[in-house]
């Protein structure tokens, strides 16, 4: 007999995520999969062998909850070296936790953070783990969109969504799906508001090492009067193309640290000890990698914008960081919206995107509009632009 029982009303808001369900009709269909932001290349070579041998040789058991000590040590250095004299007191035994992920580290803070009453501003089109972050937390999602075609912050639009109920913001820059590396000054009207609002900031950084034509990143938690209200979250699988590994971290102070090492330790325990001593041997790579990545990285954005104007998509913009881009498909005459438009052309012309209107809460928004995803090899965004090609024929 099958239970009469119900799931929790919290589910009522969520769905499975559109992106990963793209992959899945990718895989199926033999689409070439441009929808998931992953890379379809190898991580570093010293990586890889250091996980084969610490699996082999250890650690192999539970590190302690906030991550191994080795590790944190190395992203705090990282951090002090990169931004110095910022996170000066960045303590690696008490203020940062290697998490499952930024996914984990998100929920986490938020867990830690919001009440059931508080309201979580969310700026967007936003990665999909936000909302159901929100709601596992209990509170209430506001939204604030960054519109195209330039996707800038509108300080006033983000200050009018404060209400007497708001307790924190997530930002993520550089931005996931637009393409949008946020400047300083809108990151200072950000932290405007948050100090006047007594606002928590939830940043999401995973893309700190992805930022095109010489821009640099500049974590929230920099600006004057932000550390202490700024939970950054960061991660290791876009910087070291490991997303299946699963490492991320959370940098945070009082009383942000403890609350969030808490949901962590009782949600997971800790993140995979062998890869994390991995991890290790990741951070201990030289300037020269990034350097070399950030220049392959720029000949794929290249690529996939030259791509686009070939296949019959308008770019809303040239991605300034991360790795995707927002794109119209006018040309194409298909009458329907975004999603049904990708999963028409994952089924029938063989590559997969994502609908836009998935990163969107904001009724109407993203609707014309796809995401491509181009963590690709130079091959793979080829073989795409021959079937574009193809496909495009079908539809003049
Ligand atoms: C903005 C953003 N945040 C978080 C994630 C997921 O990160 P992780 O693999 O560390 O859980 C992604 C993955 O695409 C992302 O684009």
Known sequence: MTSRGRTAAKLEHLQESWIREMTRIALDCGAVNLSQGYPDFDPPREVREAAAKAVLEGPNQYAVTWGLAELREAITANLKRR??????????????????????????ALMAVADPGDEVIIIEPAHENYTPAVHFAGATPVYMPLLPPDYALDAERLRAAVTPRSKAVI??????????????????????????????????????????????????????????????????????????????FFVAQEPWATGTRTIHDFTT????????????????????????????????????????????FTAVNTPEGAYYVMAGYEEWNYPGESNDFAVWLAKEVGVAVVGGSHFYNTPGLGQREVRFAFAKKLDTLEQARDRLLKGLETRR
């Open 83 to 108: 931004y110095a004299p910022h996170f000066d007191w960045l303590d690696a035994d008490l203020h940062i936790t290697i998490t499952c992920g930024v996914t984990e580290g998100i929920v986490a």
């Open 171 to 248: 930002l993520n820059t550089p931005h996931n799906p637009s393409g949008r590396v946020l400047t300083r000054d809108e990151l200072q009207a950000v932290a405007d508001i948050c100090i006047e609002n007594d606002l928590v900031a939830v940043t999401d950084e995973i893309y700190d090492r992805i930022l095109y034509d010489g821009r640099e990143h500049i974590p929230l938690a920099t600006l004057p009067e932000m550390a202490g209200r700024t939970i950054t979250v960061g991660g290791l699988s876009k910087t070291f193309s490991i997303t299946g590994w699963r490492l991320g």
């Open 269 to 312: 325990i800790c993140a995979p000890t062998p890869l994390q001593a991995a991890g290790v041997v990741a951070y201990s790579l030289g300037e020269d990698f990034y350097a070399r990545q950030l220049e392959d990285y720029h000949e794929r954005r290249d690529l996939m914008m030259e791509i686009l104007s070939q296949t019959g």
